[in-house]
């Protein structure tokens, strides 16, 4: 048994050598949307879009957020009621200053149309009615709230870098417990496969956004074919990041200037949340699910599971070469759980996360399987429709 325990050690010490050496450094949390340190010759007009289905008990934070804005070029934003059964555009309304909301109720969803995209071409169609020169498409989710300079961070990182989508991934509610034990995990999972520095790179094939705060250029929307061309996504950030990178360049990185109003304090809703795409992640193949899964039990698991058996296996090169594989855990996840104001402490917890992450994957391969996958907010989309 101690040579099953050492090579396990070994093999896990060696995956988290790699991760903090040559994985792009994603685990150190650099790539952040600072302040506009540079000023684009010019400031163009931006259509802020927000897709909006049963809103009503956060828009008007999210509204309110957006009307204190101090970008200093034209700035209009645009609602769109996708179908919601609840008071969402009478609480958009009252929430907003009597000019600058446009209000669309949103049509029936088309087929071959997931939800959220559905609504956005509607938002891309009238944005282009009311402003016709607006360089910039603002996509943002009706439970973001954000800082008054955010719009123009967003803007400067895009016009000085030439950046044709700029992104960010807003900070997550992390109060409950189940947040506190998995959103920074989250994170952790979200930047390891998509190293943020490879995704700037523009060298790199690597693409990645985050649809809760994504800038984009009006014409590198309409070079790819509008979001007509990623209509029946469920990653849609992602599968718009990989369409404009293929002829332009992209940014995505971390900020604490946007944040998430939608709290997730109960494991279900977390669990509801990932289960949605994490198997369509895996592109619905079993043997990616099998090589995720031990991949996590190798990387996660492993080092936890060596130092436990101890008095089994009795062998002190296990126990050392795994104890280093789990500080080496502990360091990686320390700036992203700082990022969250938790303390280093609490990467001994990594573990726990991870082994929650990887139940949630496979349940998401099971509700595949079982016919019942793809779905939120009353809405089921099945692959490719």
């Given at each position: 048994m101690h040579d099953i325990a050492l090579w396990l050690a070994l093999a896990s010490l060696a995956a988290w050598l790699y991760l903090l050496a040559g994985r792009g450094g994603f685990w150190r949390c650099t790539?952040?949307?600072?302040?506009?340190?540079r000023e684009p010759s010019r400031w163009p007009d931006v259509v802020a879009v927000i897709p909006a289905r049963n809103e009503a008990e956060l828009i008007g934070t999210c509204l309110a957020s957006l009307a204190r804005q101090d970008y200093p070029a034209g700035f209009s934003v645009v609602l769109v009621d996708d179908n919601s059964y609840d008071e969402t555009s009478s609480a958009a309304r009252g929430a907003w200053p009597e000019s600058g909301l446009d209000i669309v109720s949103g049509a029936a969803l088309a087929k071959d149309w997931t939800g959220k995209l559905w609504a956005l071409n509607q938002g891309v169609a009238r944005a282009a009615?009311?402003?016709?020169?607006?360089?910039f498409i603002w996509f943002t989710d009706a439970d973001i709230e954000h800082d008054p300079d955010i719009l123009s961070r967003l803007v400067a990182k895009a016009e000085c870098d030439g950046r044709d989508l700029v992104s960010t991934m807003v900070l997550l509610n992390c109060r409950a417990f189940w947040e506190r034990l998995l959103?920074?995990?989250?994170?952790?999972?979200?930047?390891?496969?998509?190293?943020?520095?490879?995704?700037?790179?523009?060298?790199?094939?690597?693409?990645?956004?985050?649809?809760?705060?994504?800038?984009?250029?009006?014409?590198?929307?309409?070079?790819?074919?509008?979001?007509?061309?990623?209509?029946?996504?469920?990653?849609?950030?992602?599968a718009l990041a990989r369409a404009v990178k293929r002829d332009g360049d992209i940014w995505l990185g971390l900020t604490d200037s946007s944040r998430s109003l939608r709290p997730y304090e109960t494991l279900s809703e977390?669990?509801?949340?990932?289960?949605?795409?994490a198997f369509h992640q895996l592109g619905?193949?079993?043997?990616?699910?099998?090589?995720?899964?031990?991949?996590?039990v190798l990387i996660y698991l492993a080092p936890v599971g060596v130092i436990l058996a101890w008095p089994l296996h009795g062998d002190p090169w296990a126990l050392g070469v795994s104890t280093a594989a789990f500080l080496a855990m502990t360091i990686a996840y320390a700036p992203g759980l700082q990022l969250y104001g938790h303390?280093?402490?609490?990467?001994?917890?990594?573990?726990v996360a991870a082994l929650c992450y990887t139940a949630m994957t496979m349940d998401s391969a099971r509700r595949h399987w079982l016919g019942r996958g793809g779905s939120w907010k009353s809405r089921f989309h099945a692959p490719g429709g």
């Open positions: 790539e952040i949307l600072a302040g506009v340190d009615e009311i402003d016709p020169e607006a360089e959103i920074p995990a989250f994170v952790f999972f979200f930047q390891k496969l998509y190293p943020f520095s490879w995704v700037n790179d523009p060298r790199n094939a690597m693409a990645a956004a985050a649809g809760g705060s994504l800038l984009i250029r009006r014409t590198a929307l309409a070079r790819i074919g509008g979001v007509n061309a990623i209509r029946n996504e469920l990653i849609d950030d992602c977390i669990w509801s949340m990932v289960t949605r795409t619905y193949s079993g043997l990616m699910l099998i090589g995720a899964v031990l991949a996590m303390g280093a402490a609490r990467g001994v917890l990594l573990p």
